[in-house]
C-alpha cells in the first residue's frame, strides 16, 4: 500500500479549510488522491522505458509496460492503486516481482514445454556464459526453438555419439540434476558449446527494482501540490476562493 500523507505546508491554510464541507473535503481529496497515482503510473512507465539505468535490462517490452494500472479513488472510497497487474497468468506483475522481490525465477512458457520434452520434471532455462542474448537480456525465440527441437527423453539416454550429428544434443551435466543443450559448431560440427542449462533448482535471485519505494517517492512528490490544488479549487467552488 502506498503511503500518502498530508505532511505538506497546508497547515497554515487550514483555517481556510474549515470552511469546507466534509463532502467537499472527500471530493477534493479523492480527485487529488486520482491525480498522484496518475502522475505516478506515468513515472513508472517512463522507468520501465528506459534502456540503460533501468529497472530492466535494455528496457520493458511494450507488454510489459502496458501492465501498469492504476484504480481511481470516489469521495465515497478513498483510496486509489498504481502499479502492475498480478492477477493474470502472464501478468506483467508476475514478471516484474522476481525483480522487486527476490526469490526464485518465475516458471515461463519455454520452462514448461522444455520440461515435457525431458523425464517430466519441472525445470528452468537458464543460459549459459556462451548464450547470445538480446538487448533486453533473453535468448531469442529462435534460438530456443532450435535448441528444444532436439531435446527428448530418449536422447538424455544416449550419448553425445548416439544422439547423431545434429546441431543440437542433450546430456545429463555432472553436477547436480541439470541437464545441458550443447550445439555443434565449426567445420564438419567439431566444436560443442554449452548454450542452455536446465536447472530443476535454479538458484534465487536478489532483489534488483525498489518498485514500492519509486512508487512512493512518485507519489509524495506529487501529493502536496495536487491536494493543495484541489481543496483551493473547492473553496473557490463553494465561494470562498
Do not use: C
Not at 47 to 70: E, H, K, V
Not at 87 to 104: E, H, W
Not at 163 to 184: E, H, V, W
Request: glycine share 10%; no cysteine.
Amino acid at each position: 500500500m502506498l503511503d500518502i500523507r498530508l505532511d505538506t505546508d497546508l497547515s497554515t491554510q487550514l483555517d481556510r479549510f474549515f470552511l469546507l464541507t466534509e463532502r467537499n473535503i472527500r471530493f477534493a481529496t479523492g480527485k487529488a488522491m486520482t491525480a498522484t497515482v496518475r502522475h505516478a503510473q506515468a513515472a513508472l512507465k517512463e522507468d520501465l522505458r528506459r534502456t540503460s539505468g533501468g529497472p530492466i535490462q535494455g528496457g520493458a517490452t511494450p507488454w510489459t509496460i502496458g501492465g501498469t494500472y492504476i484504480r481511481f479513488a470516489r469521495p465515497d472510497d478513498l483510496t486509489a492503486e498504481v502499479g502492475l497487474r498480478t492477477n493474470q497468468p502472464r501478468a506483467a506483475g508476475r514478471y516484474i516481482s522476481v525483480l522487486t522481490k527476490g526469490g526464485k525465477p518465475r516458471t515461463k512458457a519455454v520452462d514448461l514445454k522444455a520440461s515435457a520434452l525431458t523425464d517430466g520434471r519441472r525445470y528452468t532455462l537458464v543460459p549459459s556464459p556462451a548464450q547470445p542474448l538480446d538487448s533486453r537480456g533473453n535468448i531469442s525465440r529462435s534460438n530456443l526453438r532450435k535448441a528444444l527441437e532436439n531435446l527428448n527423453t530418449s536422447a538424455l539416454n544416449k550419448s553425445r555419439t548416439q544422439q547423431g550429428n545434429s546441431p543440437f544434443f542433450a546430456l545429463p551435466l555432472r553436477t547436480g540434476d541439470r541437464i545441458g543443450i550443447f550445439q555443434r559448431t565449426g567445420r564438419g560440427r567439431r566444436t560443442t558449446t554449452l548454450r542452455l542449462i536446465l536447472d530443476p533448482t535454479p538458484k534465487p535471485r536478489a532483489s534488483t527494482y525498489d518498485l514500492r519505494g519509486d512508487l512512493n517517492r512518485s507519489v509524495q512528490r506529487v501529493w502536496p501540490g495536487e491536494i493543495r490544488k484541489a481543496l483551493e479549487a473547492e473553496l473557490r467552488r463553494a465561494g470562498f476562493g
